[in-house]
């Protein structure tokens, strides 16, 4: 009886090691590679951008460069003042579940970054550096500002966070019928999960495009301290 009441013993204290390795796993070390990861997209965005080799982000598709071969690529980076002065992160096409362990995903099909229709991006709110974690402190006239190595781009916030749930497809619409805009626009569109570890619901913020000025005449007023 003794044998076999250690063997149990000796058996939870397997299993409940092996559940703290996951969660530290899950916790910390996706974390601290994800948050590689993305210096690193930014660095190769940056240096690229630095020797002039930039491509339009609404450049239509090619046969030289179809959407499959650009997915996964970093071609922006974005900066949310109310989410921290230091808060910046890669956007990259497309929205696989490899993608968003990268940084930030814009979904196929809407809008290019600064064009006319609904810019939409997903990201995750925890796990994978967690750039989204504080989605829920967003508040109208917050700006959201990107940048593809030739201009920035000034979004302000005029709804959100909206909670919905995943199949409401809706939201990314190039006019989104719950975001109150009545017309088309140049409008940007943020999602991430709710709850904070957990993913039955969705988080919306809409945007609209505010303003623009050429990379050369330095950072726009939102990102100055």
């Not at 003042?81 to 809407?110: C, D, I, M, Q, S």
């Not at 966070?161 to 017309?183: C, N, Q």
Request: charged letters at 25%.
């Amino acid at each position: 009886m003794r044998v076999i009441v250690r063997s149990v013993s000796e058996l939870c204290i397997t299993v409940g090691a092996v559940i703290v390795l996951f969660v530290v796993y899950v916790l910390f070390w996706t974390g601290v590679k994800a948050d590689r990861v993305m210096d690193d997209q930014i660095d190769r965005l940056e240096e690229q951008w630095s020797t002039g080799a930039t491509r339009p982000t609404t450049a239509p598709e090619s046969p030289a460069e179809p959407a499959s071969y650009r997915s996964g690529k970093p071609f922006a980076i974005m900066y949310i003042p109310r989410l921290g002065f230091t808060w910046n992160k890669p956007v990259l096409e497309g929205t696989a579940t490899g993608t968003l362990k990268k940084g930030l995903g814009h979904y196929a099909n809407t809008a290019g970054l600064g064009e006319k229709g609904n810019f939409s991006v997903a990201g995750h709110r925890r796990t994978y550096g967690d750039p989204f974690k504080d989605f829920p402190e967003l508040r109208r006239g917050d700006a959201v500002v990107l940048t593809d190595g030739t201009t920035w781009f000034t979004y302000r916030i005029d709804k959100g966070p909206y909670k919905t749930l995943p199949s409401d497809i809706e939201v990314i619409d190039p006019v989104p019928r719950k975001s109150g805009y009545t017309r088309p626009g140049r409008y940007l569109t943020l999602t991430t999960c709710e709850p904070e570890w957990g993913h039955s619901h969705r988080l919306i913020v809409w945007a609209h495009l505010d303003s623009t000025q050429p990379v050369e005449a330095g950072k726009p007023e939102a990102l100055r301290r």
